[in-house]
Structure formats: structure tokens, C-alpha cells
């Protein structure tokens, strides 16, 4: 294994791939370079002398600039470098789009057929709470429903727990209303119970007029305050929906039914190397099938937002990736909080300088293929290809604002290792084999390998036949150890 990776021919920067030590030998491009210092695993090492507000380059790209002479052999991170990046940008459509490399292979998963003509690659039952009264009401339903039928014959049940639907006002009430309407109609729930208090202000009627047509085989409501004896009578729709859905089957369905979310957290220095990349072909693997993905974290464009502008269908939707980034950025300013106050410190502790750093290994999930269309939060899939979506980049926010969009699964790249999932199952990605190693229970696939100089392409053909197997009903760590959340993203003031 190599001991440093030059990522392009234009860097002035290599990452080390082990940790390496003061006055060790690298060799780069036939040069040898003696370092002036220890540097970690997933850190950078200049590899020619930078000067004072020299760009450093990586990716290709500049990230950042150097804020003290740094000569050749050093190591390169927070203490030597600072971002480019500054306010509010004008942007100009220069289109460059890529052929995609991928054919389709006709591929299929076995999933489950909707009424509406959605797919789900689970069937599972809900209870989706208007108001986070409820919580503990809808955990005592579904307890009950299991001790008086028995071992359930569905996927699972869930209950998507929150702490909102009252005291909210203006476009925090309404934010809340439109997620946990596109969670009541998501395919992977073969039937869902909305469960209200009665006195919230995300009120039982105006939800069920917000949910536009639906199956009311499938979905239920009840209103807590409006019954003597809410157990009873929650646990008596709950059976319906359950006798609804217990036959539902798995049959063969296109992947390009399949709709997956793309996201990562706990990154590193690696993940722009590893992960990520991989997480890239499969995207641009499932466009090429006619499958659709979405890439979100907005906040994590920053610095990279070009590369994706000019991937944009046409001048609309290049209109609309410009406002994604640069309404988020007056959210930032708005609350005068600084734009681009990022990375995270696990981040950096991994080898991430600064958020061009960061940008451009996060965009990488979205592979190479054209932008045909940006989701505002909230918003549902309309078509299939590479999406964009307005979403924060905090893992529980960004993960709830893919699936409801719409997402079956999302796949989550990560260097540092997390345990959470969303409400759809999330596959976790190491960046590194070493985190695979610590964390099996955390980690779904290991793309470290790809350090270990396995070919790309059979690790890419790994990893489809690992999600088609995940679409078709395996678990992913995050079900497996039960760790699913709804976190719903909030803006405005608490009553």
C-alpha cells in the first residue's frame, strides 16, 4: 500500500494514507520529500513550497490559502490554512455535461407495488403523531397491537417520535405539517395511523386536507381527545391497517423504481478518496437505470456549488441550484451566524482543513450526471435522475428531508462512524477499514478498500448487488440495532 495519494496532477498537496513520522521519506511524482513533521492519516503534506495567500490545492481546486509561508514536506491543516470563501456570490450558467459511463443492465429488486404506483422496499406499519404529545400514547398502541395479535407478519413498526406539531408558527408549522405528510404517504409504510391530541395547532383536519388524495385503506386517523378510551380505539385501526397490509408480497421491480438518498457525516480525509467516489458511480449507475438520487446538505456545497451548476439540465434549473445556495446563505446571515463555520471538529481531527475541502469531497456523491431538478425542503420527488435538495447538512435533519422526499434508503458515507438512522433504512459507508473493522455493528459496507488497491469497478459492482439486496428486504445496521429517527428542521421562534 502506498503511504500518500496525490489526487490530481494540479495539486500542491498529498494525503497521507498512514500515519507517518518526522524525517520519514515520501516519494511523489519521482520526487522525494523528507517530512518536517508527523502528520496522521487523512492529512495533508505539501508537496512544494506554499507561499503567504498561495492557494493550496486538492481536488484539483483550490481550498483555501495559506496564512504563513509553508514549506515543502509540512503538514498542511488549520494552523497554516484558511478558506476562501465569503458572502453572497453572482454565478453565471456555463454548462459542461457528461456522458454517463454506465448502461442499463435491466436490473430488478423486490419490492412492494403501492395502490398509487409508488414502490416500497419495506412494509411497515406506522404511527405518525401530529403533535409530540402523543408519543408515549402511540409506543403504548403498537405494544399493545403486538401482545394481542402476536409476531406481526410486516417488516416492522415504527413510531415517528418529534417534539413539534404545537407552539409553532408560520413556516415552522407548516414545515412540520408537509414532512409528516410526505412520512404518511411514504411507500415503505403499508399503513400508517396519524395520531393526534386535539387541542395542537397542527390540527387533525387541515393535515388530512394537506395530504391531497391518498389510500384511506392505508391511512387512518385518530384524535385522542375525541375518544374515551384512546388505546382501544387506536389498537382497533392498527388491526385494520395490519389485515390491509399482511398480504402485501415482494415481486420484481425495475431499479429504476429505486429512489435513494445521498449523505454523509463524520467525514474525513478519505471520504472525498473513497466513500464518497463510490457513492458517486452508484448515482450515476442508478440514473443510468432510470432510478433517481438526491443529494442535500446545502451548507456542503459551499465552495464546490459550481461543479454542480454547471451540471444543470438547462437555465432553470440552473436558476435553481443558484438560489438553493445562496437563499441558504442569507439563512446563515440572517441569524448573523458566520456562513461558512465548518468544517466540524471531528471533522478536522480527520484531516478536513476547510470547508472547500470538505465541499468538494461531499459533492462527489453526486458522481458526474446532469442536475435535472432542485427539491425546496419539504418537497417530493417529480423526476427521476440526479436531484438536488435544500436541507442543513446535520445527519438527522438532512437523512429525515431525504426520505421525505421521497427516498427508500440513504446511503451515508462516513469516516468517524455513526449509529443513528433515519426512518428509511441508512447504510453506512466507511470511508477506511479501519472503521469497518471497529465499528461492524455501525457500518453496512467498507469502502476503504479501495486504499487497499482493490479494483473500483468490482468494489462499484459490490455495492449494487449490496443495496439491491437492501431494497429487497436485507437489513441495514441502523434496523438491525432499531436506531430510526424523524428529526424535522425548524427556523423560527417556540410559542
Not at 240 to 249: G, H, P, S, T
Not at 375 to 385: E, F, N, Q
Not at 388 to 397: C, E, F, R, T
Not at 403 to 411: E, P, T
Request: glycine fraction near 10%; charge should be negative.
Amino acid at each position: 500500500m502506498k503511504s500518500v495519494l496525490k489526487i490530481n496532477e494540479n495539486d500542491n498537496v498529498v494525503v497521507a494514507l498512514m500515519d507517518l513520522n518526522k524525517e520519514q521519506s515520501i516519494e511523489v511524482d519521482g520526487k522525494v520529500i523528507t517530512l518536517k513533521e508527523d502528520v496522521k492519516r487523512g492529512h495533508k503534506i505539501a508537496i512544494k513550497a506554499i507561499n503567504l495567500n498561495e492557494d493550496v490545492v486538492k481536488y484539483g481546486f483550490p481550498i483555501g490559502h495559506a496564512i504563513t509561508p509553508i514549506e515543502e514536506g509540512q503538514w498542511i491543516h488549520t494552523h497554516n490554512t484558511k478558506t476562501n470563501l465569503d458572502g453572497i456570490k453572482d454565478y453565471s450558467f456555463n454548462q459542461k455535461l457528461v456522458d454517463n459511463i454506465y448502461n442499463h443492465k435491466n436490473l430488478t429488486f423486490k419490492g412492494y407495488k403501492r395502490a398509487n404506483g409508488n414502490v416500497g422496499i419495506r412494509n411497515e406499519l406506522w404511527i405518525v403523531p401530529t403533535v409530540g404529545c402523543v408519543n408515549g400514547i402511540a409506543e403504548r398502541m403498537l405494544d399493545r397491537l403486538k401482545k394481542e395479535v402476536g409476531e406481526l407478519q410486516i417488516d416492522n413498526t415504527l413510531v415517528l417520535k418529534h417534539n413539534y406539531g404545537c407552539s409553532q408558527l408560520g413556516d415552522d408549522h407548516i414545515t412540520t405539517r408537509t414532512i409528516l405528510g410526505d412520512a404518511a404517504k411514504h411507500p415503505n409504510a403499508g399503513g400508517v395511523l396519524v395520531l393526534g391530541l386535539g387541542c395542537e395547532n397542527n390540527n387533525m383536519a387541515e393535515f388530512k386536507k394537506s395530504l391531497g388524495e391518498f389510500d384511506d385503506s392505508r391511512i387512518k386517523f385518530l384524535v385522542c381527545q375525541e375518544v374515551s378510551d384512546e388505546l382501544e380505539e387506536g389498537v382497533k385501526l392498527l388491526k385494520e391497517l395490519y389485515e390491509n397490509m399482511r398480504n402485501d408480497v415482494r415481486e420484481d421491480v425495475p431499479l429504476s423504481e429505486l429512489k435513494v438518498g445521498l449523505k454523509c457525516g463524520g467525514s474525513d480525509g478519505f471520504s472525498g478518496i473513497t466513500a464518497n467516489p463510490l457513492v458517486g458511480r452508484f448515482s450515476d449507475f442508478l440514473v443510468a437505470q432510470g432510478g433517481t438520487t438526491i443529494l442535500t446538505e446545502v451548507p456542503e456545497m459551499f465552495g464546490a456549488e459550481t461543479l454542480l451548476m454547471d451540471r444543470a439540465l438547462d437555465e432553470e434549473v440552473f436558476n435553481k441550484v443558484v438560489h438553493l445556495i445562496n437563499d441558504f446563505k442569507e439563512y446563515f446571515i440572517k441569524y448573523d451566524q458566520p456562513v461558512y463555520e465548518n468544517p466540524s471538529p471531528g471533522n478536522k481531527a480527520g484531516g478536513i482543513t476547510t470547508l472547500e475541502d470538505k465541499s468538494l469531497g461531499c459533492t462527489q456523491k453526486a458522481g458526474t450526471a446532469t442536475v435535472i431538478d432542485v427539491l425546496k425542503y419539504g418537497d417530493t420527488l417529480k423526476k427521476k435522475g440526479l436531484n438536488l435538495l435544500s436541507a442543513p447538512g446535520n445527519d438527522l435533519v438532512a437523512a429525515s428531508a431525504l426520505a421525505s422526499a421521497g427516498c427508500q434508503m440513504v446511503l451515508f458515507t462516513t469516516g468517524r462512524g455513526t449509529p443513528f438512522g433515519s426512518y428509511v433504512p441508512t447504510l453506512k459507508i466507511s470511508t477506511n477499514t479501519q472503521l469497518y473493522n471497529l465499528k461492524p455493528h455501525w457500518i453496512d459496507f467498507n469502502a476503504g478498500s479501495l486504499l487497499e488497491d482493490k479494483d473500483a469497478e468490482q468494489v462499484l459492482k459490490e455495492f449494487i448487488n449490496h443495496i439491491i439486496s437492501v431494497a429487497s428486504g436485507e437489513l441495514a445496521n441502523n434496523e438491525k440495532n432499531d436506531f430510526r429517527e424523524l428529526a424535522i428542521f425548524k427556523t423560527g421562534v417556540t410559542l
